[in-house]
């Protein structure tokens, strides 16, 4: 085996989607999640607005694809592990069947989270622009 080999990786498996919607809602998801890692701003913006707020946009960005509110947690979690430091990336998923370990994890690892995502909400409550 030559070397260029070694460090080949292979395609990704067919994921057998049933239809062309299937196919379609996990480009778009893709496309997204890629666009995000690299926008660090954009990123850093989504988790700190909270859950409920990825809920409220991302259902009615993707409306016409319907996607399910499980999936659209999943990307959440998925951002969140983004949003934090390589070294903490790997006990976070390591703690993902675990909430409250979760929970504590992102508190060391973001201390201020809680607290920005509080300003947040302050400033949209006392902005004339609203949300």
């Given at each position: ?72 947690d999943a990307m959440f ?31 060391k690892a973001q201390p201020g989270l809680e ?17």
């Amino acid at each position: 085996m030559s070397a260029p080999e070694l460090f080949h990786l292979p395609d990704l498996p067919n994921a057998g989607y049933a239809t062309a919607r299937e196919r379609e809602l996990s480009d778009h998801i893709m496309t997204f999640l890629r666009d995000i890692e690299r926008d660090r701003l954009r990123l850093l913006t989504v988790v700190l607005e909270g859950r409920a707020r990825w809920r409220q946009v991302a259902g009615s960005i993707w409306r016409g694809l319907r996607v399910g509110t499980e999936e659209i947690d999943a990307m959440f979690a998925y951002l969140e592990l983004l949003a934090c430091p390589p070294a903490v990336q790997a006990r976070l998923l390591k703690a993902r069947q675990s909430p409250d370990t979760w929970r504590r994890l992102m508190a060391k690892a973001q201390p201020g989270l809680e607290a920005q995502r509080e300003q947040l909400r302050l400033m949209a409550k006392w902005s004339p622009h609203g949300r």
